[in-house]
């Protein structure tokens, strides 16, 4: 492919702050980021943090991004995320969930006493949001911050093992301050939860008198991050310790609060959560695009058994590896595609998009950590026995893949609060939820609605419309299963929980991916023809790919017979094989340097286990 074409894709897939993303890649040069493997949990710990100072001092991430270009956060989360996950998590909780709060709740004067220091990273910090007994809801964390007007202090208190603050990043070694959350007493009247500035270590970096913090230790991956357990027996705290300018204690102790119900309170201090998932996203992207490369080009260079008996057939060539990879490729492409969506819909914050925006924060978190999972795990496999050494990286992007699944909300509670959102969307609309639901029973009148034959199902519009309709319907049938709470003997949580959990995790996929395709036309839609020729590739594929993922819901509606679904398999089949000769161009538009991708089965991996190339090259662990 021509260059000038590679540069154009890598353009709209980097569709914002290109040029502090390759200060970055050129930063990654440093020695100091050549992967290292074999070492104690202690230097582990220590190169992340040495890795993020360097960062750091480089100036290409702020906590001020916050107020001017929130999407830098997210493009540096992407680049770094391809480096190594560690430092990734380490700069996530310090900028975003740390430096973010101060920014967006923080007073005059904590802007001026941290906000650069923790940009430096003089100030180091973490964000002691989750309990031990918690953690999937947070409304009734019970860490107190009881108000003592007699001195103008709040006292913090842990008062049972639930009650810990767990999983704290940074926590363990680094951290000097931690944002705290807290149900505010005043008056022995509760508040509700809010958000507290507290110092957790002295100069020595000794823990202050009354908290206790446990190294919580070696964990399946992420290793560099220094993850702790943290209590308080009752430490005492100044009043401007508050965050947040919704609640106030005024010079009499008399408490009031801009916003009426404790959820509320809740919610808005939590949006920090909002801007982390989309950090989160970016980790996985640069992952997944980083282990893609390797195993495609991998693919491309290890031959195996050909038509003649002998080894002249790139394992590429093999339909196996073209099913597993090519799928997986336009994935990363169309989710690459609604990821700089989200983005953009944060960075703009328009007032009639917050509800889209919620929405598409969650389920962009949940869907990509998902994605760097399966990518990483299937690579790795096509890999075979080469995916197997650390050195090749695959086990990194795995553990890094169920830190993202993991962090800041259970992806499976995230799509609930995806399926609940659009409920409420939806609630006002009777007549349109009606309509879909008895449309559904009649399949002929399905098809001429939504005018779909098999002739055109690689039209974009159709498919548009198909993946539309397992949403629409989706949404009927679980609205309509709701209604059946104002039953005797039911109620919605019953439902909710213990009844349509399958239906709610399908319809917030089928959310998802619809707007994921969306994304994906629109992109191939404004591009030039030259680009347009890959773009209606990775368009075409993932949508077939999607509904073949889901054939036997599209077969059970009436949608597709039993004839067209093998037709279907089929196209998809000559679809991934098509994709092949694009594949490595594809990649290349990921934009990764030579000298980030340090897997030896991603360059002259025979070099690479050549007798007497291979001590030197092992104590590197990178070959060029």
Known sequence: MNEDIIKSIQNILDHDNQETREKLKELFKNE?????????LKEERELAYKRLKIICENNVISTHDFGNNPCRIFSVHEI??????????????????????????????HHETYLDSIDKLDTVGCFAFTELGYGNNAVEMKTTATYKHENNSFIINTPETLARKYWITNGAIHATHAVVFARLI????????????????????ESTHGISIWDMGHKIGSNGVDNAS?????ISISKDSLLGDISKIDENGVFSSKIKSKRGRLLFLADRLLSGRLCIASMMLGAAKYTLETAIIYGKTRKAVGEDGKSTSPILDYQLQQRALMPLLVKTYAYNFALNYAKDLYQNNKEDKQIEKLILCCSIKAILSWHNERTASICRERCG??????VNRFGEAIMGSHAGITAEGDNKVLMQKVSKELLTMY???????????????????????????????????????LLNFRKELLISKLALRIRDAKKPNN????????????????????????VTLVETIKNENKCDSSVKIYFNKVRNLYALSNIEENLSWYMTQGLLTKHQSRKLTKLSQLLCSDLVKYSGDLCDAFGIPK????????????????????????ESARIW
């Open 32 to 40: 100091v980021f050549i992967p290292r493997y074999s070492i104690s």
């Open 230 to 234: 943290i209590g308080f027996n009752n």
């Open 385 to 390: 026995g080469q995916g197997f050494l650390s």
């Open 427 to 465: 609630k006002n609309n009777k007549a349109k939820i009606l309509f879909t639901n008895i449309l559904s029973k009649f399949p002929v009148l399905l098809r001429l609605t939504y005018g779909f034959t098999f002739k055109n199902i690689n039209n974009p519009g159709v498919q548009c419309k």
């Open 595 to 618: 000298h980030m991708k340090t897997a030896p089965i991603a360059n002259d991996w025979i070099k690479y286990n050549d007798f007497d190339n291979k001590g030197e090259l092992l």
């Open 491 to 514: 109620s919605i949580f019953n439902i909710w929980m213990k009844e349509e959990s399958d239906t709610v995790q399908q319809l917030a996929h089928s959310y998802i991916d619809h």
């Open 186 to 205: 005043i008056k022995e009247e509760d508040e509700g939860v809010h958000a507290f500035l507290v110092k957790i270590r002295d100069v020595n970096m």
């Open 80 to 109: 770094v995320g391809q480096m190594d996950g560690s430092t990734a998590t380490k700069m996530t909780v310090q900028f975003n969930l740390f430096g973010g709060t101060i920014f967006g709740l923080g007073n005059k004067k």
